[in-house]
């Protein structure tokens, strides 16, 4: 059984800082694209940022410049630094993993619980 753990989350100051963490674990051969995504109350979940197994990463636009995501390819384990917060930035962010759990075949998405971020004025 392979699962997706956030953490982090909580009430951050507008203008403050706050670091997310999903870690994978269960059965996991190889993790390819990592990913973080919200979704803020009566809207539709949004893209934040991934990062491909190699490193390489995408931001949405609204984020560009105040989120960093990266990871730690040996703890099976994603990050999200956010800087610079907004009170737009307050959703519930979910973090996203295609996983392979052989050394054959595709992987599939799995999805982490969610973790809210509140960003208060």
């Known amino acids: 059984q392979v699962q997706l753990v956030e953490s982090g989350g909580g009430l951050v100051p507008a203008g403050g800082s706050r670091r997310l963490s999903c870690a994978g674990s269960g059965r996991i051969f190889r993790i390819n694209d990592m990913g973080w995504y919200r979704q803020a109350p009566g809207k539709q979940r949004e893209l934040v940022a991934t990062?491909?197994?190699?490193?390489?990463?995408n931001y949405a636009d609204s984020v560009k410049g105040r989120f960093t995501i990266s990871r730690d390819n040996a703890k099976n384990t994603a990050y999200l630094q956010m800087n610079s917060l907004k009170p737009e930035d307050t959703a519930v962010y979910y973090c996203?993993?295609?996983?392979?759990?052989?050394?054959w075949g595709l992987g599939r998405d799995y999805w982490g619980q969610g973790t809210q971020v509140t960003v208060s004025t």
């Open positions: 996203n993993a295609n996983i392979r759990i052989t050394n």
């Open positions: 990062i491909t197994n190699g490193g390489s990463t």
